[in-house]
């Protein structure tokens, strides 16, 4: 017995269209709820990347810094030593106190212009609807297709909130950044850094090289875990950060030489 493709000839020879549970393998729509979705993104709200990159290469930088100054007045290691962690306590805190005030202060603009967007969708909602739409359509959108979407964001009024504060401010409205996460990013991070240069001296050593050594090596590593997250080059950034980690504790020991011999 033959069988007759969907998609076969009859007669004159012209194609048939395979029509629903005609049993053909005529393609389906794709079917949504199978989609995968193999891909991620890193978290670009500098919640915690931000102060934490900052915190770790200032406190390796200043603290650096601030050892080589004073021993290019020729101290005493343990004067190095009182220095180093007076830097870190001091660093430590003051980024961790000004991350809180400048995170907590952003967040609340934020919920503040938040409180405005509300105010005017409870209060003109077909001009905020109209409003959204004109977006979308100098997007490309068709204007009747683009009315229709915003009136469904429109629904519900958390939504529309929550869109509006997207297109508006730039901002996800529950996703803020936390000023609690920075804070103690900035500080862990910043005391980790500065606590790199005065390590050799609290071991023992009485040369300058062995901290600025260490203090290199966690520059270059700095930046290029920094590469790891930004994906950029890693040695590029490691080169970036060790070349002016550097040249400040360059400048700041040839400064601490001057000045300990004007003042001897």
Same mark, same amino acid.
């Given at each position: 017995m033959?069988?007759?493709?969907?998609?076969?000839?009859? =007669?004159?020879?012209?194609?048939?269209?395979?029509?629903?549970g005609? %049993?053909s393998?005529?393609?389906?729509?794709h079917?949504?709820?199978?989609h995968?979705?193999?891909?991620?993104h890193?978290?670009?709200?500098?919640?915690?990347l931000?102060p934490?990159?900052f915190g770790a290469?200032?406190?390796?930088v200043?603290?650096?810094?601030?050892?080589t =100054?004073?021993?290019g007045g !020729?101290?005493a290691?343990?004067?190095i030593?009182i220095?180093?962690?007076?830097g870190?306590?001091?660093?430590?805190?003051?980024?961790a106190?000004g991350e809180?005030? !400048?995170?907590?202060?952003?967040?609340?603009?934020v919920?503040?212009?938040?409180?405005?967007?509300?105010?005017?969708?409870?209060s003109?909602?077909?001009d905020?609807?109209?409003?959204?739409?004109?977006r979308y359509?100098?997007?490309g959108?068709?204007p009747?297709?683009?009315? #229709?979407v915003?009136? #469904?964001?429109?629904?519900e009024?958390e939504?529309?909130?929550?869109v509006?504060?997207?297109e508006?401010l730039?901002?996800?409205?529950?996703?803020?950044p936390?000023?609690l996460v920075?804070a103690?990013s900035?500080? %862990?991070?910043f005391a980790l %850094?500065?606590l790199?240069?005065?390590?050799?001296?609290l071991?023992g050593?009485?040369?300058l090289w062995?901290?600025v050594?260490?203090?290199?090596v966690g520059?270059? =590593?700095?930046?290029?875990i920094?590469?790891?997250?930004?994906?950029r080059?890693?040695?590029f950034?490691g080169?970036?950060?060790l070349?002016?980690g550097?040249?400040?504790? =360059?400048?700041?020991?040839?400064l601490g030489?001057?000045? %300990?011999?004007?003042?001897?």
């Amino acid at each position: 017995m033959s069988v007759i493709p969907a998609t076969g000839t009859i =007669g004159t020879g012209a194609p048939t269209p395979a029509t629903p549970g005609d %049993g053909s393998n005529a393609a389906a729509p794709h079917d949504l709820s199978t989609h995968r979705d193999n891909h991620t993104h890193r978290d670009v709200n500098g919640g915690w990347l931000r102060p934490a990159v900052f915190g770790a290469m200032d406190g390796l930088v200043s603290n650096l810094a601030l050892i080589t =100054g004073v021993a290019g007045g !020729s101290v005493a290691p343990h004067t190095i030593v009182i220095t180093g962690l007076a830097g870190l306590a001091a660093g430590a805190f003051s980024m961790a106190a000004g991350e809180y005030t !400048s995170v907590a202060s952003q967040a609340e603009l934020v919920q503040a212009e938040l409180d405005v967007e509300r105010r005017e969708l409870r209060s003109h909602p077909q001009d905020e609807l109209d409003e959204l739409a004109a977006r979308y359509v100098s997007r490309g959108v068709d204007p009747d297709l683009a009315h #229709q979407v915003a009136a #469904q964001l429109s629904a519900e009024p958390e939504r529309a909130l929550e869109v509006h504060a997207r297109e508006e401010l730039g901002v996800d409205p529950t996703d803020l950044p936390s000023p609690l996460v920075a804070a103690v990013s900035s500080f %862990g991070s910043f005391a980790l %850094g500065a606590l790199l240069p005065v390590l050799p001296f609290l071991l023992g050593a009485a040369a300058l090289w062995p901290a600025v050594l260490l203090a290199l090596v966690g520059l270059f =590593g700095c930046g290029a875990i920094v590469a790891r997250v930004t994906a950029r080059s890693w040695w590029f950034s490691g080169l970036r950060q060790l070349t002016l980690g550097g040249a400040a504790a =360059g400048v700041t020991y040839a400064l601490g030489a001057l000045f %300990g011999t004007a003042v001897s």
